[in-house]
């Protein structure tokens, strides 16, 4: 894929401190992994009857999101050069990539809202916790383009927002009745473990590269790489598959619009589709923001 | 409108080819039409019952936001240089329209959720729709930005989620089934066959001028001017002119929250304003996003 | 808190005339009082029982935004110098907080689904609302940073966006049916009146420093500050106390996904959680976006 490339060359960084050739290759690959994930989920999404592609649908907005975003990363584009706070020798200005926030913008709040759907929380505790995980994005984002130590108090206010979310995705969320069973509860509680513990990761990378300036962006593209491949194309297809038997209708919420006769229309809810169970008889009629 | 201006006096570029003042003059025209559609949609909508003004808000939000563009547009404020990758004689740097870009980003998802609604799709699966606009918008900014040859690679990927879009705007669509009867039907129809012709008409303009560099930045807002003001007042009055009959609760959507006895309140469903068909016992209180 | 600071030290301002010591001990005071508030919201919102919290849920949101904005601002840090177009004796460039629009942007239309959601209006015509708040925001952002004579077009349409607004708040909102009962009206007209009252001040500061140039970016800090103060933690805390005893279920949506048996569930809504009045037979199942 490097061949497309020189990268480097045809957009020239334009900080001290920048990624290399190799950095680059690699970020071809993640971007081929993702644009093929992206492929998958498409096809996967059309065999799915209309009306219960609530998950998919994010995960494919999770997965373009991610594609185009290391489309732009290996093409050595979304970049701007910031004074370091820690020289680290002979550097003097680093790559900042913003873009990768602009990814994490979208896709950590839609991460968050897939997972916490699957409970009982309310959709405005839900919401909110999508809220905080704009605060940890942003301020992640503000702190890496701040030059002087002030950086750290973002950094500060944007693990507090982690410590809100954690509390949610390991605190309240189980706590809450699984409509749709005991499958979905022990999915949810492997799903939010691997969420927490790999959101932790996060941030120790931040204070090596963007932060301390102790790694090189490479090195940073590496390890955030990484991560972004787990909580993305790893993460999403084992989840989906492990909701691929689940009552669809269960969950709660009723994907209202949808008039193929799968679900009640509004006549009172005369209709169930296949792999769905008809509530109650006036429940039939509810509708929801899916 | 152009005594306001000398737009291009006050407000100078600072690119190589930028816009004249016959093309800040042909901008007040279309920011005046535009002005006065906005003005005309607020009377529309005070003249249909509360509760019912879904399509005339999203309208009306396009109108104000494409008003407020075009008038920064012809006050020449909105643009950034970038060395165009073909220079074309003596052409460095050519204005790049951002605010162009912000006024598609707000509207054209508005356009494709106030279509889709009328169709039995789900709320999900429109909102995937709306989310695939907004890469095309975002594309076609970040291709706009970027000097060298990778711009393309940004534009194949905002095609791609065009034809996303289509596949959805005429293959999905049209085969749910419309609630609100043959009339919407056939409404939608022409509708998404309009839509989807025009968005074509989109990208070979965005090849001409912010890729390929061919026509002035002049020409590119005659161009663009056109199709704004095609798929914005033209399209907008003459789609809800064509919904102004329809039963709107039948859209299957309740606009849950009003309660001036138009609708069922939360004590199961009483009362039924005029032109409002009171759905099943208990689906009456049901509530929407709407 | 100035301790911490010499802000202006370590964050050197690039503009001619900027924030002066005094003003970012004030900033500084602001925060603590901002962060106060939100630690306490977040303990008040946890005595309140699960899928009850809406209200509390919008406020936190808009108390930790400003947390950071004011964080941010009293680092002196979010500000671009923008050519003045009065230049008040020896100005050139004055400093433009861009960082209070982005809080802005968040909170205004946040405080207006607040208000207006304890009222009977539908959701559509709420979000148009809060569509208008973001015009008035960007209108202002987007003046602030325009040397010349035409910010004043961009403050022009700021000002029609909020006739928009105040006319909703005042005058349609009170018409609507309050299913809360005659407690939440009152609370609301009073609620209404304030905002409206402080949002005619906003403007006024705005001629007075980013439009005119007239008030030092201290004294801007100090005005906006106040009003900031009362349309946030004072405003927010009475609202909410004043809502402490109302029958939540009463306000026509039910925090629909939330089951820990508090709700009706989706096999027609046996369960009524305490300080609950089940709708009626059918409504029960019916859900909401909240």
Known sequence: MSSLGGSLDQNPPNADRHITEGGSDWLWAVTAIMGLSTLGMVLWQTTRPRGTRFFHNIALIILTTSTIAYFAMASDLGA???????????TN???????RYIQWFINFPLLLILLLFSTGLS????????????????????????????????????????????SVLLGHGPRTTF????????????GSGLVAFITLLYPIAWGCS?????????????????????L?????????????NVDYGAFGFHSGKHTDGAYGGPDGGVGAGPNMKT??????????VV
């Open 210 to 230: 963007e932060g301390g300036n102790v790694i090189s962006p490479t090195g940073e593209m590496i390890w955030y790489g990484i991560l972004d491949l787990i």
């Open 232 to 244: 993305g194309p790893l993460f999403l297809y084992h989840f989906l598959f492990g909701l691929r």
């Open 179 to 190: 409509n749709a069973g005991q499958t979905t509860r022990s999915g949810y509680v492997r």
């Open 123 to 166: 959709v405005s505790d839900i919401l909110t916790t999508a809220f905080f995980s704009w605060v940890v994005v942003i301020c992640g984002l503000v702190g890496a383009l701040v030059p002087s130590a002030y950086k750290w108090g973002f950094f500060v206010f944007g693990l507090l927002a982690l410590f809100y979310i954690w």
């Open 279 to 288: 509530a109650g008889g006036g429940a039939t009629g509810a509708r929801d």
């Open 93 to 99: 200005t680093r790559q900042i990539w913003f873009v």
């Open 80 to 90: 701007t050069p910031v004074r370091a706070e820690f020289s680290r020798g002979t």
